[in-house]
């Protein structure tokens, strides 16, 4: 049983949510298309509460975290008064409630109402339910959509549906900017510290080629690689091929070496999975 990364860790307290995990992720992937409409929600509802460590510790992700800073340093340069944002995935809002004092109007997407639940949105938020593939915006409305740990959570048969919504959501010029695990150094879900391969509400890691030939098939007319340093302090927009050499590279590697070089911070930080698609 794999134990990687789990020093000072409760690995029993991880084993029941992997076990969790593993039972909803087991529905989702034999469920039918139609089924995973209703069963996202459902699911995700069901995992909240039945893990309720994890919607908490979500919960406390504020505005003043070192995550939501982050993410605004990347989102910044993206922005203008008068944008329309809209975040898929929101997790506890946390995000969006930041980007709602910078832009016009923010959206915030989820199956789950159990975890973003809150009080005190702003008056130019809005929290809209889906079945977790359908993105139930006007055409053309966005200007900058974002995700952040939302891909890999969708059954790869819904991932090109999803991002085909995203595409028509997006105003023409628009950018969706997409954040997700590279498969390579994985799994990056609870399943890391018991298996060698993503068993839990990771459905599915991709690459960056992965990932932005979807974009493309999908309608995206532009697809770049985002390089970030630490704490996202600087970033660099390059080609995306650029980061396909790099993933051809190392997987080119026998194993062993592979997996000593991609357990690097710095290595995951350049491979880590950052698209920018362009309407």
């Given at each position: 049983m794999k134990n990687k990364g789990a020093k000072n860790i409760d690995l029993e307290t991880l084993r029941q949510e992997y076990v969790i995990e593993k039972e909803i992720a087991e529905r989702l992937r034999s469920a039918g298309k139609e089924q995973r409409r209703v069963l996202y929600r459902q699911l995700y509802d069901e995992f909240y509460q039945r893990v309720p460590a994890f919607a908490v510790g979500t919960r406390k992700s504020d505005s003043g975290s070192r995550g939501i800073i982050r993410q605004m340093r990347i989102l910044k340069p993206f922005l203008k008064q008068d944008s329309v944002f809209m975040e898929v995935g929101p997790g506890s809002c946390a995000l969006s409630f930041e980007v709602a004092k910078r832009v016009?109007?923010?959206?915030?997407?989820?199956?789950?109402?159990?975890?973003?639940?809150?009080?005190?949105?702003?008056?130019?938020?809005?929290?809209?339910?889906?079945?977790?593939?359908?993105?139930?915006?006007?055409?053309?409305?966005?200007?900058?959509?974002?995700?952040n740990q939302l891909m890999e959570h969708l059954h790869p048969e819904d991932a090109f549906d999803q991002l085909k919504d995203i595409h028509k959501a997006v105003a023409p010029g628009g950018v969706y900017i997409c954040i997700t695990p590279n498969r390579i150094y994985g799994p990056s879900d609870v399943s890391k510290y018991f298996d060698?391969?993503?068993?839990?509400?990771?459905?599915?890691?991709?690459?960056?080629?992965?990932?932005?030939?979807?974009?493309i098939r999908a309608g995206f007319t532009r697809v770049q690689a985002m390089i970030t340093t630490k704490n996202m302090?600087?970033?660099?927009?390059?080609?995306?091929?650029?980061?396909?050499?790099?993933?051809?590279?190392?997987?080119?590697?026998?194993e062993k070496q592979r997996k000593r070089i991609v357990s690097k911070r710095k290595i995951k930080r350049i491979l880590n999975v950052k698209l920018v698609a362009t309407k």
């Open positions: 016009k109007t923010v959206y915030a997407v989820d199956v789950s109402e159990e975890i973003a639940l809150r009080p005190d949105n702003p008056e130019n938020f809005h929290l809209i339910i889906s079945n977790g593939i359908d993105i139930p915006l006007p055409e053309n409305s966005i200007d900058v959509a974002y995700s060698e391969t993503a068993t839990g509400l990771h459905l599915k890691e991709y690459t960056c080629r992965e990932l932005s030939e979807l974009m302090r600087a970033r660099l927009l390059v080609p995306v091929r650029f980061m396909k050499g790099i993933e051809d590279c190392i997987m080119q590697l026998w």
